[in-house]
C-alpha cells in the first residue's frame, strides 16, 4: 500500500494491538501473497511514472486509469450493482488473496476490532466473518472497489472524510448506519498545535497586512494577533510513493535558487523512503549551486522507513507555510492551516480531491513550475496565500482521528456524537431533491439485528404515495 492509506492509518499506532499491521508485506503475510501485493505494486509505479510523460506514457496511464474511474456525481443513483473491477477482486480473494491478515486476526484476537484504511483487508475481514470492521476512507470521493460485492450485506462500518464520500457510499448500497462522516485522520501533534502554527504561518504568507486587515477580529479569535515574519516562507515539495512528479521538485528548485540564497525561501523536498529520489534532489542541488544552503535553505527528507518519515514530515508541516503535491490525502491537511499548489491529478479520486481543496478555497493548481518563484511570490505579496491558509483551517474538518477513536470504542455508536465541520460544501446533508430509494430497500433487504439499516435520503416512496393518496 502507498503513503495514502498508511499515512492514514499512522495517527492510531498508539492503540494497536501489537503493532501497525502492513498488510502487503508484514511478516504474517504469506509469500505467495505478497509476491501478488508486489506485482500489483510495481504495476501500479511503473504506470505512475510513466503517466507524466508525453506520447505511449500517458496512453498506458489512461488505459490504466479506466479501471478506476468513478461514475460522475449526479444524478443521485443506483450504484451498487458488481463491476468488471469488483468481479475481479473477488475472484482474487476465492484464491486466497488478502486472506494473511485475516488468519493472524482469527488467530490471535478476534474480538478485536479491525480498523484498516484500505479495501482488501476490509473485505477479506468481511468475507472470514469478522464483525467489527472499520474501513477508513482516504479521499474525498472513491470507487466502487471499496465496497463489498453484496454492500446490503456486509459487516464493515466506514469512516467518511467528506459528505460527498458519504453520499458516494449510500449510493454504492452501504446501509446508512454503516456510514459515519468523521473526516480524514490527522496527526494529533500537528492538530494540538495548529492555531499556534497557523499564527506564525499567516504573518509570513501576509508579509504587507493585505489579507489580514480585513479579518482581524477573526483571526485574532482564532488563532491570537499576528506578530512580525519570524523567518523565511517554507514550501515543502512532496513527491508521491511512486516517486512521480520529482522533475516538478528540480524546476522549483532551479526557479527560487536566488531566493533561497538571499534567505527569503526554504525549499523542503520529500523524498520519503526512496533513496533514488533523494539521490535525484542531490543531483538538482549541485546543478543549482545551492550547496552551501544544504540543510538551512535547502533540506531533504529520506527515512529509512515510513514509520519514521511519517514522524518527520509532520515535524516538518509545523514549520510549512505552502505545501506543493499532487492532490492525494495530503489534501486533507488544509485543515491544519497549510495552503496547498497542487500538481497533476494522478487518478480519477485525486482530480475529486483537487475539485474539493478548490471550492473551499485552500489550494490552487500549480502555474508552470519553471516560473514557480513569480507567481508564488506574487500570491505571498497580495495575502492570496495567507487567505487560503485560513479557509483551510476553518472549513475542513480536523478531528477525525478523534472521532475514529470514539467510533471503535464506544459502548453504543448511536449515542456519541462526532466533531465533524465542513463549512463548504456543494450540497449538505439531506437536501438532495431527487426520490432515490436506498438499495437495500428497493430489494427488500435488511441487515439482521439493525433497527434502521436502511433509510432513504429523502422521502420514502411509499411514505410518497400515501401523501399523493390522502
Known amino acids: 500500500m502507498g503513503y495514502g492509506h498508511q499515512r492514514a492509518i499512522h495517527p492510531f499506532r498508539d492503540v494497536a494491538y501489537e503493532r501497525v499491521i502492513d498488510a502487503n508485506q508484514d511478516v504474517v503475510v504469506s509469500g505467495s501473497e505478497m509476491k501478488q501485493w508486489r506485482r500489483f505494486q510495481q504495476g501500479y509505479e511503473t504506470v505512475s511514472r510513466l503517466g507524466g510523460l508525453p506520447g505511449v506514457g500517458r496512453m498506458l496511464w489512461e488505459l490504466y486509469d479506466s479501471f478506476q474511474r468513478i461514475a460522475k456525481r449526479y444524478p443521485m443513483r443506483d450504484l451498487s450493482g458488481p463491476t468488471l473491477v469488483t468481479r475481479g477482486l473477488d475472484a482474487l480473494m476465492r484464491r486466497g488473496f488478502g486472506r494473511s491478515v485475516v488468519d493472524y486476526i482469527l488467530g490471535t484476537q478476534p474480538e478485536m476490532p479491525l480498523l484498516t484504511s484500505f479495501y482488501v483487508p476490509a473485505i477479506a475481514a468481511d468475507r472470514a466473518g469478522v464483525e467489527r470492521i472499520f474501513c477508513i476512507v482516504t479521499d474525498t470521493d472513491l470507487h466502487r472497489v471499496w465496497v463489498a460485492q453484496s454492500p446490503c450485506d456486509s459487516h464493515i462500518i466506514y469512516c467518511a472524510p467528506t459528505i460527498a464520500s458519504r453520499r ?176 497533476e491529478p494522478l487518478g480519477a479520486h485525486e482530480e475529486y480531491n483537487r475539485e474539493w481543496i478548490r471550492e473551499m478555497g485552500a489550494g490552487f493548481i500549480q502555474e508552470e513550475p519553471r516560473y514557480a518563484v513569480e507567481w508564488l511570490m506574487e500570491r505571498i505579496a497580495c495575502g492570496m496565500l495567507a487567505e487560503a491558509a485560513f479557509d483551510g483551517y476553518q472549513k475542513a474538518p480536523r478531528q477525525g482521528t478523534e472521532n475514529v477513536k470514539k467510533l471503535i470504542f464506544a459502548d453504543d455508536s448511536e449515542m456519541i456524537a462526532l466533531d465533524f465541520n465542513e463549512a463548504y460544501s456543494p450540497m449538505q446533508i439531506g437536501t438532495w431533491r431527487r426520490r432515490w430509494v436506498h438499495p437495500c430497500r428497493r430489494k427488500g433487504r435488511r441487515r439482521q439485528g439493525k433497527k434502521a439499516a436502511t433509510k432513504t435520503l429523502v422521502k420514502d416512496a411509499t411514505a410518497s404515495k400515501e401523501n399523493q393518496e390522502e
Open 168 to 343: 458516494r457510499l449510500l449510493s454504492y448500497g452501504v446501509p446508512e448506519d454503516h456510514i459515519h462522516l468523521t473526516g480524514f485522520p490527522l496527526p494529533e501533534e500537528n492538530v494540538n498545535h495548529v492555531r499556534e502554527d497557523l499564527r506564525r504561518r499567516l504573518s509570513r504568507l501576509d508579509p504587507q497586512r493585505l489579507f489580514y486587515p480585513r479579518l482581524k477580529e477573526v483571526i485574532i479569535r482564532e488563532v491570537g494577533e499576528l506578530q512580525a515574519p519570524d523567518g523565511p516562507v517554507t514550501i515543502t515539495f512532496a513527491v508521491g510513493g511512486a516517486g512521480a512528479q520529482k522533475e516538478i521538485g528540480a524546476k522549483l528548485l532551479a526557479s527560487a535558487a536566488d531566493e533561497v540564497r538571499e534567505g527569503r525561501l526554504r525549499i523542503n523536498l520529500i523524498a520519503g523512503i526512496r533513496s533514488e529520489v533523494a539521490d535525484y534532489f542531490e543531483a538538482c542541488i549541485r546543478e543549482t549551486q545551492l550547496e552551501d544552503q544544504r540543510g538551512n535553505g535547502v533540506r531533504i527528507l529520506l527515512e529509512p522507513d515510513k514509520a519514521s518519515y511519517f514522524d518527520r514530515f509532520n515535524e516538518w508541516l509545523r514549520e510549512t507555510d505552502i505545501l506543493w503535491t499532487k492532490p492525494s490525502e495530503l489534501v486533507f491537511y488544509a485543515a491544519l492551516g497549510i495552503p496547498l499548489v497542487m500538481s
